[in-house]
C-alpha cells in the first residue's frame, strides 16, 4: 500500500498548554469576537483533521492544500493543521493511500477547527473514540465541522438535529431515513449554522476558500483558488450534482420540471398524465420530451429513479425490505423484490450482502 508522506513533516504541533485567546475558543474562559480576533492576528489557526478509515482522499486534499497555498501565498503562517486517527499513528483512504497521522482521536490537542472526515462505508467503522472525542471537544467550545460523508457521524453524535447539514448526495436517501430531524440540503457546502459541512470532493475546497474569506480576505482567497487553478469556486448554495440540463445538453424547462415532480414523489409515485397535468401541457408533450432529450419514457425513468433509492438505502441503512419497498412506492415486497432483480440482477436481500 502507498504511504503518504506525513505533510507536515518539521512542524510541532501546538503544546498543551493554552494561552487566554484559545481558552476562549474552547470555552475554559468567556468567549467574545474580539478573543477570535485576536487570535487570528497574533498567531496561525491550528486545524486538526480527523481521519476515518476509508476516507475520501479528494477531499482531504481539496481541505489541507488551500490551507498550505494560503501560507505560501501570503508569505505568512496563516493556518497548522494536523491529522488523528484511532490508531494515532496511520489512516487509510478509499484508494489504499496511508497517511501518518500526529494525534489519537482520545487524545486530541487543542484547536481552531476540527473537522470530520470520512468516506464510504463510514456506518461500518467503529466511531466510539471519535463520538466520545467530539462530544468532549463540543464541550470545550471547539468548533467542528465535516467533509464528504462526516456528516453522519456528527448526526450519530447528535449535533446536527434541527439544524441544516450537507453530505455527499450519493448519502442522501439512507442519511435522511436515519436522521429525520436533520434539516438535509443539496448545497455544496453549509458554513451559517453551529457545524459546518461540506459534501465532500472539490465542495471541500469551496468550503476552505470561504474560510480563507472570512478569516483573511477575498483577495486572498482568490489568489488561492488561482494557485489551484480553480476558476469555478461555487458559493454554499450551489447545487451538488450536475443538473439535467447541463449534463444531458437540456434547456427546456418543462422536462427539467418534470423530473423534480417525480423525485419530490418517489414514495407516492405520480403518473406522467398527472405530471403533464401539473405543468400544464399534454401527456403526449411529455412522453414526447422524454424521448427526445433522454431516449426513454416517463415511465421507464421514474422506475429507475425509484430503484436507485432503493439501492442507497439497502447499502446505506438497517431498514428492512418492506421498510425499503414503501419508500420507493412500491405496495408489497413480493413485486419489489421481481422488479429490481430484473433492474440489478440480484435480489434486495442479495444487494445487501455486497458492497456495491
Known amino acids: 500500500m502507498p504511504i503518504v508522506p506525513n505533510m507536515t513533516v518539521g512542524w510541532t504541533p501546538p503544546a498543551p498548554q493554552r494561552n487566554s485567546a484559545t481558552k476562549a475558543l474552547r470555552g475554559d474562559v ?44 501570503s508569505g505568512k503562517e496563516l493556518y497548522r493543521w494536523s491529522f488523528a486517527s484511532a490508531n494515532g499513528e496511520t489512516a487509510m483512504s478509499s484508494n489504499g493511500a496511508v497517511t501518518l497521522v500526529h494525534h489519537r482521536f482520545d487524545k486530541l490537542p487543542s484547536c481552531d477547527r476540527l473537522f470530520v472526515l470520512s468516506g464510504i462505508n463510514m456506518q461500518r467503522q467503529d466511531t466510539r473514540s471519535l463520538l466520545a472525542a467530539l462530544r468532549r471537544e463540543r464541550a470545550h467550545g471547539t468548533r467542528i465541522g465535516a467533509l464528504c460523508s462526516g456528516a453522519y457521524i ?44 461540506a459534501s465532500g470532493g472539490t465542495a471541500t475546497a469551496d468550503l476552505m476558500l470561504h474560510l480563507i ?20 469556486v461555487r ?5 451538488q450534482r450536475v443538473s439535467i440540463q447541463s449534463r444531458n445538453g437540456v434547456r427546456n424547462k418543462h422536462l427539467a420540471k418534470a423530473i423534480e415532480i417525480m423525485r ?22 411529455i412522453e414526447r420530451l422524454f424521448g427526445s432529450y433522454l431516449n426513454t419514457s416517463p415511465k421507464k425513468y421514474l422506475m429507475e429513479m425509484r430503484l436507485e433509492r432503493a439501492r442507497h438505502l439497502l447499502l446505506q441503512t ?21 422488479v429490481y432483480r430484473a433492474a440489478h440482477g440480484v435480489s434486495p436481500i442479495m444487494q445487501r450482502g455486497r458492497m456495491t
Open 154 to 197: 456528527l448526526a450519530k453524535a447528535g449535533f446536527l438535529d434541527g439544524l441544516q447539514a450537507a453530505i455527499h448526495w450519493e448519502y442522501h436517501d439512507g442519511f435522511m431515513e436515519e436522521f429525520p430531524d436533520v434539516n438535509l440540503v443539496r448545497n455544496v457546502f453549509v458554513s451559517d449554522e453551529k457545524f459546518i459541512t
Open 318 to 338: 438497517e431498514c428492512a425490505i418492506a421498510e425499503v419497498a414503501l419508500a420507493c412506492g412500491f405496495s408489497n415486497c413480493g413485486h419489489f423484490s421481481r
Open 30 to 73: 468567556p468567549r467574545s469576537a474580539s478573543c477570535r480576533r485576536c487570535l487570528r492576528m497574533t498567531g496561525p489557526q491550528h486545524f486538526v483533521f480527523a481521519l476515518v478509515e476509508e476516507f475520501t482522499h479528494i477531499a482531504f486534499s481539496c481541505a489541507v492544500e488551500p490551507l498550505r497555498i494560503a501560507n505560501l501565498v
Open 213 to 232: 474569506e472570512l478569516d483573511h480576505g477575498y483577495d486572498l482567497s482568490v489568489a488561492v483558488a488561482d494557485q489551484m487553478v480553480y476558476n469555478a
Open 235 to 239: 458559493n454554499a448554495t450551489a447545487a
Open 264 to 285: 419530490n414523489r418517489i414514495d407516492d409515485p405520480i403518473s406522467p398524465s398527472a405530471v403533464a397535468e401539473e405543468l400544464g401541457i399534454s401527456t403526449r408533450q
